[in-house]
């Protein structure tokens, strides 16, 4: 479990990036079936589902950046990872589903992207998830279109585990399927200067479900948002907790990430958060979303990865823990785990 000595580590003293991720050790909570998951840094994260009738486990992983800087490297460095990603790419299991929250440089890392779409055959290829008008993103740099999904707000697919390819109109006709929805969020989008919120952001609900329709288990990710708004708390987050919680598995932002600019590379930020409450969860805010969507068990991401400074990286740590009510391992609460760590999450059929 992190702590906040272990976000204070210097990236040497990080875990080494020269193992393989390995969840065949990791699939059940005292003899139950559990969502496997680990934190690869940032906002990304690598879940295995239950394995209820598969031939393989499916694996998902979300907003995964292997980059060493949140920036196109052809115009501006910007802020060096503190924390390195903790293993490469070619480390990572069979990759079925990239399911990605918008288009910021941060959160859809094409480079590492295509690295994962090169690594998937024939038999077994990997498919991408992205909100409206991201998809032209992933096609530019060589991911065929035929793979790369978009969805609107509140649009769903059910995708048979055994399939190769995407049906829209697909039944839920297997022992286990699985329901991706795109949800609501408060963001933003752009990858420069003429294309802001040229494209929707999200954040994702995905369901496992059993041939009657019941959900086996169930995971949100939240993306990169904002909680508040100029009236209050964003009413979407509940409308997703009535309409698809209670969630196994809920992945919540608690920080901006950084500065992400050279005030955080010489260990400044902006002291008042106000402005970027529409935008970016604070820890407090982070506690109250995973109320809203009803979450069981909710792990931080979206911290320290990138920080100015030692402060910045262990701080919204600090916060959470004030904050929550428990640690992630306990009903309803709020924790966080080391990069590279991977936990497991009962869920709530077993």
Same mark, same amino acid.
């Given at each position: 479990?992190?702590?906040?000595?272990?976000?204070?580590?210097?990236?040497?003293?990080?875990?080494?990036?020269?193992?393989?991720?390995?969840?065949?050790?990791?699939?059940?909570?005292?003899?139950?079936?559990?969502?496997?998951?680990?934190? $690869?840094? @940032? /906002?990304?994260? !690598? %879940?295995?589902?239950?394995?209820?009738?598969?031939?393989?486990?499916?694996?998902?992983? #979300? +907003?995964?950046?292997?980059?060493?800087?949140?920036?196109?490297?052809?115009?501006?460095?910007?802020?060096?990872?503190?924390?390195?990603?903790?293993?490469?790419?070619?480390?990572?299991?069979?990759?079925?589903?990239?399911?990605?929250?918008?288009?910021?440089?941060?959160?859809?890392?094409?480079?590492?992207?295509?690295?994962?779409?090169?690594?998937?055959?024939p038999d077994r290829p990997t498919r991408f998830l992205v909100?409206?008008?991201?998809?032209?993103?992933?096609?530019?740099?060589?991911?065929?279109?035929?793979?790369?999904?978009?969805?609107?707000?509140?649009?769903?697919?059910?995708?048979?585990?055994?399939?190769?390819?995407?049906?829209?109109?697909?039944? $839920?006709? @297997? /022992?286990?399927? !699985? %329901?991706?929805?795109?949800?609501?969020?408060?963001?933003?989008?752009?990858?420069?200067? #003429? +294309?802001?919120?040229?494209?929707?952001?999200?954040?994702?609900?995905?369901?496992?479900?059993?041939?009657?329709?019941?959900?086996?288990?169930?995971?949100?990710?939240?993306?990169?948002?904002?909680?508040?708004?100029?009236?209050?708390?964003?009413?979407?987050?509940?409308?997703?907790?009535?309409?698809?919680?209670?969630?196994?598995?809920?992945?919540?932002?608690?920080?901006?990430?950084?500065?992400?600019?050279?005030?955080?590379?010489?260990?400044?930020?902006?002291?008042?958060?106000?402005?970027?409450?529409?935008?970016?969860?604070?820890?407090?805010?982070?506690?109250?979303?995973?109320?809203?969507?009803?979450?069981?068990?909710?792990?931080?991401?979206?911290?320290?990865?990138? /920080?100015?400074?030692?402060?910045?990286?262990?701080?919204?740590?600090?916060?959470?823990?004030?904050?929550?009510?428990? +640690?992630?391992?306990?009903?309803?609460?709020?924790?966080?785990?080391?990069?590279?760590?991977?936990?497991?999450?009962?869920?709530?059929?077993?």
């Open positions: 479990m992190a702590t906040c000595q272990d976000c204070l580590r210097k990236p040497a003293e990080s875990p080494a990036a020269s193992f393989a991720l390995d969840f065949t050790v990791y699939n059940s909570v005292e003899g139950k079936a559990g969502i496997c998951a680990t934190w $690869l840094g @940032h /906002a990304g994260f !690598l %879940v295995q589902l239950p394995a209820r009738g598969y031939v393989k486990p499916v694996h998902i992983i #979300f +907003d995964p950046i292997f980059a060493e800087s949140a920036y196109p490297s052809n115009v501006f460095r910007g802020l060096r990872r503190r924390l390195p990603a903790p293993c490469t790419i070619d480390l990572l299991p069979e990759i079925d589903f990239v399911v990605i929250s918008h288009n910021h440089y941060d959160h859809c890392d094409t480079d590492t992207l295509l690295a994962i779409w090169k690594r998937s055959t909100p409206l008008g991201v998809r032209v993103t992933l096609v530019a740099v060589g991911i065929p279109e035929s793979q790369v999904l978009e969805l609107d707000w509140w649009d769903s697919i059910a995708y048979p585990s055994y399939s190769s390819s995407f049906s829209p109109d697909a039944q $839920l006709d @297997h /022992a286990s399927d !699985l %329901v991706f929805t795109c949800t609501p969020c408060q963001h933003t989008s752009g990858r420069g200067v #003429f +294309d802001q919120k040229g494209s929707l952001w999200s954040s994702w609900v995905l369901q496992q479900k059993s041939t009657n329709g019941d959900p086996v288990a169930s995971v949100y990710f939240a993306g990169d948002t904002g909680y508040q708004t100029a009236s209050g708390p964003c009413p979407a987050f509940q409308e997703i907790g009535e309409k698809f919680g209670p969630f196994d598995l809920a992945m919540i932002p608690i920080w901006r990430g950084a500065t992400l600019s050279f005030l955080g590379q010489i260990g400044y930020r902006l002291a008042d958060e106000t402005h970027l409450a529409t935008t970016h969860a604070s820890p407090e805010d982070a506690v109250l979303l995973a109320q809203d969507v009803r979450a069981r068990h909710s792990l931080a991401m979206h911290f320290a990865t990138w /920080a100015g400074s030692d402060d910045e990286a262990v701080e919204p740590l600090v916060r959470l823990c004030q904050a929550r009510s428990g +640690d992630w391992k306990e009903e309803g609460g709020f924790g966080a785990i080391d990069i590279g760590e991977t936990v497991v999450v009962p869920v709530n059929s077993s």
